[in-house]
């Protein structure tokens, strides 16, 4: 177990998560904070590493459900039955796993796509194609 395994809840972890990505998400609004196609390829590599794990996250959420709910820790909020919700959950969290899927194949091709990127070297003014 890591040691932010062993300090944090899942809840805990998971809100960091969305916060990170919404710190980077600011961090490279306008290419603020990006230097090279680099950076661009490493942050792909690792949202791809994100990626592949979602759908083993959300088996095993939908799994959680369904052992509450069979074990009867589960109810409707007005005391019906939740068997719909349930299923309504399990149903989306499969979508969403499927979506994961989606995802990180094609972050797979964009980390792929920018591997032979490199900066361009400067050429000064007299190589710009539109100096007269």
Do not use: K
């Not at 939908?62 to 409707?76: I, K, M, N, S, W």
């Not at 939740?82 to 499969?94: H, K, N, S």
């Not at 400067?122 to 539109?130: I, K, M, T, V």
């Amino acid at each position: 177990m890591t040691e932010l395994a062993s300090t944090l809840t899942p809840c805990e972890i998971a809100s960091q998560a969305a916060h990170a990505i919404s710190v980077l998400n600011e961090l490279t609004h306008g290419g603020g904070e990006l230097s090279n196609s680099s950076d661009v390829r490493a942050i792909v590599g690792s949202l791809e590493l994100i990626g592949q794990s979602l759908p083993q996250l959300y088996e095993q959420l939908a799994r959680f459900l369904v052992v509450q709910h069979e074990d009867g820790q589960l109810t409707h909020e007005a005391g019906r039955d939740a068997d719909d919700e349930v299923t309504e959950a399990i149903e989306a969290l499969a979508a969403a796993g499927q979506a994961a899927d989606m995802m990180t194949a094609a972050l797979t091709e964009a980390r792929a796509a920018t591997q032979s990127l490199t900066p361009a070297r400067h050429r000064g003014w007299e190589g710009r194609p539109d100096a007269d």
